[in-house]
T-cell receptor, first 115, second 112 residues
Framework: DAGVTQSPTHLIKTRGQQVTLRCSPK?????VSWYQQALGQGPQFIFQ???????QRGNFPDRFSGHQFPNYSSELNVNALLLGDSALYLC??????????????FGPGTRLTVL | QKEVEQDPGPLSVPEGAIVSLNCTYS??????FMWYRQYSRKGPELLMY????GNKEDGRFTAQVDKSSKYISLFIRDSQPSDSATYLC????????????FGQGTRLTINP
């Protein structure tokens, strides 16, 4: 059973560009959350998708947007990249049967470097 | 002030030692407390999950939560070199919300 997968593994962009990161959740999971982890810091919650809609959002600007597809996979898009967007972007998946659970499974992350 | 404070270390101990990792938090709304382990170049892996105050034990790992002091701990007994990793505490307000607030992480090295 494949766990959470993310692509690409690494990415280098320049300031002002746009980037799309992808995530496939663990089999049987229907909810995807995205986190940003700067070097030497803990992950910070960006947003969460459930039933193809943004369910909740952290303190990130509108430059950060996302999408969830009918197969539960998800994309994270970042527009107008800034140097400060350089980080490890983590995807976490879980199953939300009504009340929900806090057991999230994290992928290996995508390392984004903005030059 | 950050909602969750965690000493980043680094912490280095000999194999077999008891390791104590700690976090403090400021928001009394947090009800669910987790510890994650993150190896280099990997995503975080859930180690322990605790609701409200009290202790929880799983093998060599024990998690403690003291809500009155807003303080949580993770103890590792008989530490092994394979325990070398970054340990992250995380908290949530509502069960199932999954809007986790993480500490900075403590980098731990177990020396053979």
């Amino acid at each position: 059973d494949a766990g959470v997968t993310q692509s690409p593994t690494h990415l280098i962009k320049t300031r002002g560009q746009q980037v799309t990161l992808r995530c496939s959740p663990k089999s049987g999971h229907d909810t995807v959350s995205w986190y940003q982890q700067a070097l030497g810091q803990g992950p910070q919650f960006i947003f969460q998708y459930y039933e193809e809609e943004e369910r909740q959002r952290g303190n990130f600007p509108d430059r950060f947007s996302g999408h969830q597809f009918p197969n539960y996979s998800s994309e994270l898009n970042v527009n107008a990249l800034l140097l400060g967007d350089s980080a490890l972007y983590l995807c976490a998946s879980s199953f939300l049967p009504g009340g929900g659970t806090d057991t999230q499974y994290f992928g290996p992350g995508t390392r984004l470097t903005v030059l | 002030q950050k909602e969750v404070e965690q000493d980043p270390g680094p912490l280095s101990v000999p194999e077999g030692a008891i390791v104590s990792l700690n976090c403090t938090y400021s928001n009394s709304a947090f009800q669910y407390f987790m510890w994650y382990r993150q190896y280099s170049r990997k995503g975080p892996e859930l180690l322990m999950y605790t609701y409200s105050s009290g202790n929880k034990e799983d093998g060599r790992f024990t998690a403690q939560v003291d809500k009155s002091s807003k303080y949580i701990s993770l103890f590792i007994r008989d530490s092994q070199p394979s325990d070398s990793a970054t340990y992250l505490c995380a908290m949530d307000r509502i069960q199932g919300a999954q809007k986790l607030v993480f500490g900075q992480g403590t980098r731990l090295t177990i020396n053979p």
